[in-house]
């Protein structure tokens, strides 16, 4: 069964620092990997979406990694600010066309 | 161009009652799923529908059901509530189906029921 694993739970840093969220899963059996953000009381945002084949996505800011192989994903975030203020979530597809997703990051950037 | 629109936002039962929610997909999109949120089991999948129909189903009892209209806009069924239905809901657009290649999907903004 596969699990998704954010860590750390929580982050709170102050504006301008670079910052590393971590997802881990079980399976390396995967298609692909999604990051999203959610605001509170909003939906969810999909951020980067990496394929299986790939090593890494970037938007902006934003820079997502995959290791399929030891089963772990980052998503590097650079010169932070307090807009980025959200809870991210990671989430896998698996073969048994699901999506899992982890308990996500909720991070705080302070002025 | 308009997002996923959910409706109701916000909604109070009691344990018994059933509830409905509605979801109106993005225009042109034809796969929309479900999720519910809570902050003990975090989000889990509950059914994709896609064409009129339910193509793909989570771990969840027959309480909970769901269809597809001709337009694309779904709703969901929740009899029988319990108080541990009380959640944020979630539905999520995408044209193709929710796992095709890169697909991404589009969520609204979710419908939280309180079960009391």
């Known amino acids: 069964k596969q699990e998704v694993t954010q860590i750390p739970a929580a982050l709170s840093v102050p504006e301008g620092e670079n910052l590393v969220l971590n997802c881990s899963f079980t399976d390396s059996a995967i298609y692909n990997l999604q990051w999203f953000r959610q605001d509170p009381g909003k939906g969810l945002t999909s951020l980067l979406l990496?394929?299986?084949?790939?090593r890494e996505q970037t938007s902006g800011r934003l820079n997502a990694s995959l290791d399929k192989s030891s089963g772990r994903s980052t998503l590097y975030i650079a010169a932070s600010q307090p807009g980025d203020s959200a809870t991210y979530l990671c989430a896998v597809h698996t073969g048994t066309d699901k999506l899992i997703f982890g308990t996500g990051t909720r991070l705080q950037v302070f002025p | 161009k308009a997002g996923v629109t959910q409706t109701p936002r916000y909604l109070i039962k009691t344990r018994g009652q059933q509830v409905t929610l509605s979801c109106s997909p993005i225009s042109g999109h034809r796969s929309v799923s479900w999720y519910q949120q809570t902050p003990g089991q975090g989000l889990q999948f509950l059914f994709e529908y896609f064409s009129e129909t339910q193509r793909n189903k989570g771990n969840f009892p027959g309480r909970f059901s769901g269809r597809q209209f001709s337009n694309s806009r779904s709703e969901m069924n929740v009899s029988t509530l319990e108080l541990g239905d009380s959640a944020l809901y979630l539905c999520?657009?995408?044209?193709?189906?929710?796992?095709?290649?890169?697909?991404?999907?589009?969520f609204g903004a979710g419908s939280r029921l309180t079960v009391l």
């Open positions: 990496i394929q299986s084949s790939q």
């Open positions: 999520a657009s995408s044209l193709a189906r929710q796992f095709s290649g890169a697909n991404v999907l589009t």
